[in-house]
C-alpha cells in the first residue's frame, strides 16, 4: 500500500430541457408474500372479549364528557363499524381486482414487445434499442443492489460481491434478467445468488462524481462531458455511476421519475455526522444517484448552481456526503472519477480518510475543464469535512502558488489525483502548461507525467447526417446528394434567392468580446462581397443577453443576410447541413462543439479569432491534428476561393473530414480508458 501511495501522490508525502428518460423507482417498502402491496386477503371479523373491552374503553374515552352510552347504544356502533370494515374490504378485494387486471394488461403488451424483438432479430436487425436495454439492464440492476443494502437484506461485502459479478460475468445479463422491474428485491436477491457461474472481464466500474449532467441539469461543458463519456464507456463493456447533488430546482419526482430512498446515509461536516436523503434512478441508461443533505438543506436550495460566497462550503459537504455514500454501501469502483475544483476535495479526503475504509484498490481521475477557476480559501475551513489543515497546507500540497497564506483547492485536486485528465480539442499538454495554467505552471510541471490531453466530443446518435431525423434528406460521404437538397430546402425556409452557385455561410456565435466582433463584421463584408449568403443562428437553448446579433443586425441589411433570433432545433441541423462553411469563435468550442459538427456534416468550420502559430507543436490529440493541418492555416475569403476555383479539391476536403469519426465514442473514451487501466494498475 505504501507503494501505491507514494505513485498517487508527491514524493514528499505518501500521500435545463425536460427530456423522456427511462428512470426505475428503488422501492424501499417491503411487499407482501403475495406480492401485491396489500395485506392478506380478509378473513371473517370475530371479536373476543378482550377486543370488546377496547372497544368500550375506546367509546367511553371519546365520550367522557357526555352521559354514558346504553348497551343498545354500544351495539348499534360496533354494527356500524362491522359494516364500515366490511366496505373497506370489499372496496380492497375491488382494488386488487384492478391492480391484477392492470398486470396482466401489463404481461400482455410485454409478451407483444417480445415477440415483435424476437421477429426483428430473426430478420437480422440488431438497432440500437437492444445495446440501450443492455446496458439499462446493468445500470438498474446496480442500483436494485444499493436498494438491498439499504434495507438491510444484504451485507457490504455481499454486495460488492454481486456489483463485481455483473461486471465480470461473460454470460449476457440482458437474457439473464430480463424482468428486472416487476421483481421483488427478495426474489431477485434469489436469482443473483443462484446464478453463479462467474468469470473475469475486462470492464471497469466507473464512479462519476460531479455537480452537473445532461440533460438533467446543465450549465457549461462538464454537463455534455459526463453524459457522453459515460454512455460511450458503457457502450463499450464498462460500469458507469454519476453522483450529484439534489438541487432543489429539480423535480425529480415530478418530471424525470426518480424517487427517494427513505434510508438515510450519514455524512461527517463541521464536527457531527448529517442526514442525507438519496434519489436513485436512470439518466440515458446510466445508474444516478442524487444526495440530498437534510440539515443542510440551504445548501443546494439555490436558483442556481454556482456563484455562491459559501460555494466551497456546499460542494465541500457533496464531496464528503459521496465518499460517505459509497462506503455506506461497499461499494469499490475501480476508479472514481472527479471534475474540477467543485469536487476536486475528493482527492484529499480519500488518501487521507477514505483509502483504508475498503477503498483500498480505488484510484482518482481528476478531469479539468480549464484552470481559469480554482477555488481560493482559508486554510481552517479545511476542518469543516475533517481534513487537517495543518498536513495540507504546504507547497507541495494545497498551498496556493501565489498567495501562500490560502489553499487552492484546484491545485489540491490535481496534486492528488493518480492521473490528471485536461479537456481541450486543440491545446498540447506543453502550450496548457505554459500559457494556459493561470499560475498553476509550476504545479503543472512537476506533476506533468501523470497529465495527459482529451478533446470533447459530439453525440452522434443524434448529429449524424447519414441518420438526422430533422433533415429533409440524408446523406453520407458515399451518397452526397442530399446535402444539396439540404442546402436548398435551407435557402427556401430562410427566403434566399435560389442560386445554385452561391455558397452559404452559417455563424453561430451566442457571446462575443469586442475584438470578435469587429472581425467577425470584417468576415461578413468579404462574404458578401463575394456574392455568398449568410445566416445566424442562435447557437444556445438559453440566449444570452449580450447577444451580437443585435449590433449586427443593424449594420446588415441586406438580401443575403438573415438572422434567427431563437433557438431553432430543427433549423440548427439544417444550417449544419445546408451549409458550405460555419463560422465560429473559435476552434476550441467545449460547449456547442460547432466545429466537430461542422466537419462532420460535410462543412467547413472557419475560426475568425484563431491566429495560426508557426511553432505550432501539433503535439494534442488526433482532432487538434487535423482541423489545425486543414483548416486553421484558411481564412474565409481562401475558403470562398477555393469553393468557386477548385471545387473538386473543396469536395476532396469536406469529404475526408466526414470520414473522421470525432465522436465521444472514439478518441475522447479512448483516452480515458487508457488513463483508467493506467492507475488501475498502479
Not at 234 to 240: A, H, M, T, W
Not at 655 to 681: I, R
Request: aromatic fraction near 10%; hydrophobic fraction near 35%.
Amino acid at each position: 500500500m505504501d507503494a501505491l501511495l507514494h505513485t498517487a501522490v508527491p514524493p514528499r508525502f505518501f500521500l435545463s430541457n425536460k427530456l423522456p428518460l427511462k428512470l426505475r423507482l428503488v422501492r424501499c417498502s417491503r411487499e407482501n408474500e403475495n406480492g401485491t402491496g396489500f395485506p392478506p386477503d380478509p378473513s371473517p371479523v370475530k371479536l373476543g372479549e378482550h377486543n370488546m373491552d377496547m372497544l368500550q374503553e375506546s367509546s367511553e374515552s371519546a365520550n367522557s364528557d357526555k352521559p354514558d352510552l346504553s348497551s343498545n347504544d354500544i351495539w348499534k356502533l360496533f354494527n356500524d363499524a362491522q359494516r364500515n370494515i366490511m366496505y373497506l374490504n370489499k372496496q380492497r378485494l375491488s382494488a386488487i381486482k384492478e391492480l391484477n387486471k392492470s398486470r396482466n394488461e401489463n404481461q400482455l403488451l410485454l409478451s407483444r414487445i417480445e415477440e415483435l424483438e424476437a421477429k426483428m432479430r430473426s430478420n437480422g436487425v440488431k438497432g440500437l434499442a437492444f445495446k440501450s436495454d443492455s446496458l439499462s439492464t446493468y445500470s438498474e440492476l446496480l442500483l436494485r443492489i444499493d436498494s438491498m443494502v439499504l434495507l438491510d437484506l444484504i451485507r457490504i461485502e455481499e454486495a460488492s460481491d454481486l456489483r463485481r459479478f455483473i461486471l465480470d460475468s461473460k454470460v449476457s445479463i440482458l437474457d439473464a434478467f430480463s424482468d428486472i422491474q416487476h421483481k421483488k428485491d427478495t426474489d431477485l436477491l434469489i436469482e443473483l445468488r443462484q446464478f453463479s457461474e462467474r468469470s473475469r472481464g475486462n470492464g471497469l466500474h466507473i464512479v462519476h462524481i460531479c455537480t452537473e449532467m445532461a440533460p438533467v441539469t446543465s450549465n457549461g461543458s462538464l454537463a455534455s462531458y459526463v453524459t457522453g463519456l459515460s454512455s460511450a464507456l458503457q457502450r463499450k463493456g464498462n460500469l458507469v455511476e454519476v453522483i450529484l447533488p439534489k438541487y432543489s430546482f429539480l423535480s425529480l419526482d415530478e418530471v424525470w421519475g426518480l424517487r427517494r430512498i427513505e434510508a438515510k446515509v450519514h455524512s461527517f461536516f463541521s464536527g457531527q455526522w448529517h442526514e442525507n436523503r438519496i434519489w436513485t434512478g436512470l439518466v440515458k441508461g446510466i445508474g444516478v444517484t442524487f444526495i440530498e443533505p437534510l440539515y443542510y438543506s440551504a445548501f443546494f436550495n439555490r436558483d442556481r448552481m454556482y456563484g455562491y460566497s459559501d460555494d466551497f462550503e456546499r460542494f465541500t459537504y457533496f464531496s464528503r456526503a459521496s465518499l460517505d455514500y459509497l462506503v455506506k454501501l461497499g461499494k469499490q469502483p475501480d476508479v472514481l472519477h472527479v471534475h474540477n475544483w467543485d469536487t476536486a476535495i475528493i482527492g484529499p479526503l480519500f488518501w487521507d480518510i477514505f483509502v483504508n475504509q475498503g477503498l483500498g484498490d480505488t484510484r482518482i481521475l481528476f478531469t479539468c475543464q480549464g484552470f481559469h477557476s480554482q477555488c481560493l480559501e482559508k486554510p481552517e475551513k479545511l476542518a469543516l469535512c475533517g481534513l487537517d489543515p495543518h498536513r495540507l497546507h504546504r507547497p507541495d500540497r494545497l498551498q496556493d502558488n501565489s498567495r501562500p497564506h490560502l489553499v487552492n483547492i484546484l491545485k489540491g485536486g490535481v496534486v492528488y489525483a493518480n492521473k490528471v485528465v485536461i479537456v481541450s480539442t486543440i491545446h498540447s499538454k506543453d502550450r496548457i502548461i505554459r500559457t494556459l495554467s493561470h499560475g498553476l505552471e509550476s504545479t503543472l510541471a512537476s506533476h506533468k507525467e501523470k497529465l495527459v490531453i482529451a478533446p470533447y466530443g459530439f453525440d452522434d446518435t443524434i448529429w449524424d447526417p447519414s441518420t438526422d431525423k430533422l433533415l429533409p434528406s440524408n446523406y453520407s460521404v458515399d451518397d452526397f446528394k442530399g446535402k444539396a437538397v439540404c442546402k436548398a430546402t435551407l435557402r427556401q425556409r430562410l427566403g434566399f434567392q435560389r442560386q445554385d452557385s452561391m455558397p452559404v455561410v452559417g455563424c453561430m456565435f451566442s457571446a462575443l468580446s469586442d475584438v470578435d466582433l469587429k472581425n467577425l463584421k470584417a468576415a461578413v463584408w468579404v462574404a458578401l462581397k463575394k456574392d455568398a449568403q449568410i445566416v445566424f443562428i442562435q447557437p444556445s437553448q438559453t440566449p444570452n443577453e449580450n447577444s451580437p446579433f443585435l449590433s449586427l443586425e443593424e449594420e446588415f441589411q441586406d438580401q443575403n443576410v438573415r438572422f434567427i433570433n431563437k433557438h431553432d432545433k430543427a433549423l440548427q441541423h439544417l444550417v449544419f447541413a445546408g451549409s458550405d462553411i460555419i463560422l465560429c469563435p473559435s476552434f476550441h468550442d467545449p460547449v456547442q462543439q460547432v466545429p466537430l459538427k461542422a466537419i462532420k456534416y460535410g462543412t467547413a468550420p472557419i475560426a475568425i479569432t484563431y491566429r495560426y502559430p508557426e511553432d505550432q507543436d501539433f503535439g494534442g490529440t488526433n482532432v487538434s491534428v487535423y482541423i489545425i493541418r486543414n483548416y486553421a492555416p484558411m481564412s474565409l475569403s481562401q475558403a470562398l476561393d477555393q469553393i468557386k476555383n477548385d471545387p473538386h479539391g473543396w469536395n476532396r476536403r469536406i469529404k475526408e473530414g466526414m470520414t473522421k469519426d470525432f465522436s465521444w465514442n472514439t478518441e475522447c473514451s479512448d483516452v480515458h480508458l487508457a488513463a483508467y487501466f493506467s492507475v488501475k494498475n498502479l
